[in-house]
C-alpha cells in the first residue's frame, strides 16, 4: 500500500505552504474513520451494527494501522463499543499519528514554533507534491470528469463527502457545485457490505459528533 486513506485526508487538509491544517477537527475525524476503515480492509476488525469487533491482530505491514491494533486491543478488552466512541477517543491521537506518518515518509516537513515567545506549534508544509497531485487528480478525474472511481478513491470520496471535506478536495470549486456528484458516489455499490458497513456507521459518527460540537459551541 502505498498511501493510506488517513494520509490522503490529511495531505488535503495541510495547506502547502504554511503547513498549517484546515478544517482540523472535520479532517480528525475523517482521518481516524479513514484508519478504520483500512483496518476493516485489512480484514483485522469487523462492524457489526453499530459496534466495532476485532477479528485480527497480524501487522499488516503498514506501521499507521498497526499501531491502532493495540490500542483497539486494550480498549474494547472484550467488550462490545460502538464505532462513535471509538472515533471520539482517537481522532486527536489519529491526526498526530498520520502527521508523523507523511513526514516519515518524507511528503511532509515538521516545523516547531513558538507563538509568543511561548506556545509551541507545530506546522506541516509540504515537501514532496507529487502524492498530493496524483490524489488530486484521481478526485478531478471521479467527481468532475466522467471517470468511474475505483474502490479506494470511492472510499475516499465517501469519507470526505460524510465528513463535509468538500472545499478541501475541490478548493477550486463551491461545495454546492461537487456535493451532489460526491454524495452519489458516496451512495453507490462500489464497494463490499463489510465496507459499506463500516463506512455507514462513521458517517452516523461523524454527523453526531459535528452536531454535537455545533450545540456545544451556540
Same mark, same amino acid.
Given at each position: ?5 488517513? *494520509? ?8 502547502? !505552504? ?11 475525524? %475523517?482521518?481516524?474513520?479513514? =484508519?478504520?476503515?483500512? &483496518?476493516? &480492509?485489512?480484514?483485522? =476488525?469487523?462492524?457489526?451494527?453499530? #459496534?466495532? *469487533? &476485532? ?7 503498514? $506501521? ?26 482517537? #481522532?486527536?491521537?489519529?491526526?498526530? %499519528?498520520?502527521? !508523523? ?9 515538521? !516545523? ?12 506541516? $508544509? ?15 478525474a471521479a467527481v468532475l470528469g466522467d471517470t468511474e472511481p475505483d474502490e479506494r478513491t470511492a472510499t475516499l470520496i465517501a469519507l470526505l463527502h460524510s465528513a463535509k471535506l468538500h472545499r478541501l478536495a475541490f478548493p477550486g470549486h463551491r461545495a454546492s457545485e461537487v456535493r451532489p456528484r460526491m454524495g452519489e458516489i458516496a451512495a453507490g455499490k462500489w464497494a463490499a457490505e463489510a465496507v459499506r458497513v463500516?463506512?455507514? !456507521? ?8 459535528? %452536531? ?7
Amino acid at each position: 500500500m502505498d498511501i493510506t486513506l488517513a *494520509e490522503e485526508i490529511m495531505l488535503l487538509s495541510l495547506d502547502e !505552504e504554511s503547513g498549517a491544517a484546515r478544517q482540523r477537527q472535520a479532517a480528525g475525524w %475523517a482521518v481516524a474513520a479513514g =484508519i478504520l476503515v483500512e &483496518l476493516v &480492509l485489512a480484514e483485522r =476488525i469487523a462492524v457489526s451494527g453499530k #459496534h466495532l *469487533e &476485532l477479528t485480527g491482530t497480524e501487522p499488516t505491514g503498514v $506501521p499507521l494501522l498497526d499501531g491502532r491494533l493495540p490500542l483497539m486491543e486494550t480498549w474494547l478488552r472484550g467488550r462490545r463499543r460502538r464505532v462513535s466512541d471509538w472515533l471520539t477517543k482517537d #481522532h486527536m491521537r489519529a491526526v498526530s %499519528a498520520t502527521l !508523523e506518518s507523511l513526514a516519515a515518509r518524507g511528503l511532509v516537513v515538521e !516545523e516547531r514554533h513558538k507563538v509568543l515567545g511561548m506556545f509551541p506549534v507545530r506546522r506541516y $508544509p509540504e515537501a514532496d507534491a507529487t502524492v498530493e497531485v496524483a490524489l488530486r487528480a484521481r478526485l478531478d478525474a471521479a467527481v468532475l470528469g466522467d471517470t468511474e472511481p475505483d474502490e479506494r478513491t470511492a472510499t475516499l470520496i465517501a469519507l470526505l463527502h460524510s465528513a463535509k471535506l468538500h472545499r478541501l478536495a475541490f478548493p477550486g470549486h463551491r461545495a454546492s457545485e461537487v456535493r451532489p456528484r460526491m454524495g452519489e458516489i458516496a451512495a453507490g455499490k462500489w464497494a463490499a457490505e463489510a465496507v459499506r458497513v463500516a463506512i455507514r !456507521e462513521v458517517q452516523v459518527a461523524m454527523i453526531a459528533a459535528t %452536531a454535537a460540537t455545533a450545540a456545544a459551541v451556540s
